[in-house]
C-alpha cells in the first residue's frame, strides 16, 4: 500500500529523467501487484532451502523457466507488449513456480506440521 501511497516520490528517487519517470509511471504499478505473489515465491523457496531439498526448487525453477517464462515471454513480446511482455512473463514465472512448491510442501510435510 506504501508503494502506491508513494508512488510518485519513488520515481523520483530513481532517477529525475522525464522519459525514464514516464515509462517508471507506466509500469511500476505491476510490479506493486506482484509483491504478495513473489512474497509467497520467496517464502517457500526460503523454505526448501532449509529444509535442504534444493533439487525440487532447482527443478521448479528450471521447468518454470522453460514452459512459462520463455514462452509466455515469446507471446507477449509478439504482441509488441515491450515492457509489460517482460513484466507479464515474470509474474506467470512467479505464479508457475510457487504453486508446485506450495503443493509439494503440503503433501510432503503436512504430517510433519501437524505434528505440533
Not at 33 to 42: D, H, K, R
Not at 96 to 115: C, D, G, H, M, Q
Request: proline fraction near 3%.
Amino acid at each position: 500500500m506504501l508503494g502506491f501511497v508513494f508512488y510518485d516520490f519513488i520515481g523520483s528517487v530513481f532517477s529525475k529523467e522525464p522519459v525514464v519517470l514516464k515509462e517508471f509511471y507506466t509500469s511500476f504499478w505491476v510490479v506493486l501487484v506482484m509483491q504478495p505473489i513473489c512474497a509467497i515465491a520467496f517464502i517457500y523457496d526460503g523454505i526448501f532451502k532449509g529444509l535442504g531439498e534444493v533439487i525440487y526448487l532447482r527443478n521448479v525453477l528450471l521447468v518454470a523457466t522453460a514452459i512459462v517464462f520463455i514462452p509466455v515471454l515469446l507471446f507477449l513480446d509478439h504482441q509488441d507488449l515491450k515492457l509489460y511482455a517482460i513484466w507479464g512473463a515474470f509474474f506467470a514465472w512467479i505464479v508457475a513456480r510457487s504453486i508446485p512448491l506450495i503443493l509439494i510442501f503440503r503433501n510432503k510435510f503436512s504430517s510433519v506440521a501437524e505434528v505440533k
